[in-house]
């Protein structure tokens, strides 16, 4: 029985396992970790799945209350253990080396259909641990790429899936069936299905997710480094702010991150290292069009990037608002979207011009709101970036 010490009462019937397995029950579905992740995929399920049946457990007792509270979850164990006994799918979403010990914990009590998946961002421990355990045939490793700086349960919410790629890396043994049934199920919540071996998978998220947040991290430090009174954090916006945002980011996950997938960032780390040299040679003979053609091909590639999915680095929706220095500009621009019930998740005044005029920064939840504030707005005749 789970007890909280917050303002949500558990009520003791929460202790007790589900449904028997000769009564009839729909969707039963299983988190180890309910965290940003966790949550948000439990969150996509009950809003896709109304009827389904969620069975959660985390150390953190306070993220577990507000599960219940919000009607996502509906039966709260104590950790892995029967009362997972009848569940289809089993989301492992504790930190990479916890995953492990649940899913040894869960192991004895396992139906022999149960599909066994994690959402880690770095497969290879994981898919290892399931093959010591001999349950390759029910593993299918899992990741949606998507994610915020912003941690914890409290953080979730189902558009966090919403056309972003879900990794599907299955193992050899887990059955055709199983994937297609898995690939079926993350389209259902708003996600694009892509399989993927884990050691690729590996290798693309270390290039595209996990080595950038080192970057950021590094560039960030160096500043902080160079910045003997203060005057580089005074100045610091526009591209700098946006390329180290990732930055804000859990300093305990990224550890776990780098050295569980140590090996891919530094053979990345050492190809880098290389690129740079390349070009401090290429700007210390002052070869004007190697560095246009340095840049040029950076930026045609990063033009052809899709803009319909979220991808590892998080999508922001954000419009910038020319506005006139005068009481109540920005009043007026939160009446106007708050008279069409659109939700601003942040807002603030960007002081620094280094790609802007004087400009209000809006950002919104999605596509969808942004859209619909870019056409209100220009209607009422602000100039937008």
């Not at 149960?114 to 898919?127: E, F, Q, R």
């Amino acid at each position: 029985m789970i007890s909280s010490a917050n303002n949500y009462a558990v009520p003791e019937e929460l202790s007790v396992t589900g449904t028997g397995p000769d009564q009839e029950r729909g969707l039963v579905l299983g988190f180890c970790g309910l965290g940003l992740i966790g949550g948000s995929i439990a969150r996509a399920v009950r809003s896709r799945y109304p009827r389904a049946r969620i069975i959660a457990c985390d150390p953190d007792r306070t993220s577990l209350a507000e599960a219940y509270h919000d009607g996502v979850a509906d039966v709260l164990a104590d950790g892995p253990g029967p009362a997972f006994s009848e569940c289809d799918i089993i989301f492992l979403c504790a930190p990479v080396e916890r995953n492990a010990d649940n899913l040894m914990a869960l192991r004895p009590w396992l139906r022999k259909d149960t599909i066994l998946t994690d959402v880690g961002s770095v497969k290879t421990p994981i898919h290892d641990c399931v093959r010591r355990a001999g349950l390759s045939d029910r593993f299918i490793g899992g990741h949606p790429m998507t994610g915020s700086e912003r941690i914890g349960y409290r953080n979730s919410r189902a558009s966090l899936l919403e056309n972003a790629y879900y990794i599907l890396a299955p193992e050899p043994e887990f059955p055709a069936e199983g994937v297609r049934r898995m690939e079926a199920f993350v389209r259902s919540l708003g996600a694009l299905p892509l399989i993927l071996d884990a050691g690729r998978h590996d290798m693309a998220t270390a290039a595209v997710s996990h080595l950038p947040h080192v970057l950021s991290a590094s560039l960030v430090r160096l500043v902080r480094d160079s910045d003997e009174d203060g005057l580089l954090r005074m100045i610091a916006a526009g591209g700098f702010k946006d390329i180290t945002r990732i930055t804000s980011s859990s300093p305990i996950m990224w550890e776990q991150i780098c050295l569980t997938n140590r090996d891919n960032i530094h053979r990345l780390l050492t190809e880098l290292t290389r690129s740079l040299g390349r070009f401090d040679e290429i700007l210390l003979r002052g070869d004007g069009p190697a560095l246009r053609s340095w840049f040029n091909e950076a930026r045609e590639y990063r033009e052809s990037f899709s803009d319909i999915v979220s991808g590892p680095i998080l999508r922001t929706y954000i419009i910038h608002a020319d506005i006139d220095d005068r009481p109540g500009v920005i009043a007026g621009i939160v009446k106007i979207l708050a008279a069409e019930n659109i939700n601003i998740k942040n807002i603030g005044i960007t002081h620094n011009r280094e790609y802007q005029e004087g400009v209000l920064r809006i950002e919104f939840d999605d596509q969808t709101a942004l859209d619909r504030a870019r056409i209100l707005l220009s209607d009422n005749g602000y100039s937008l970036h």
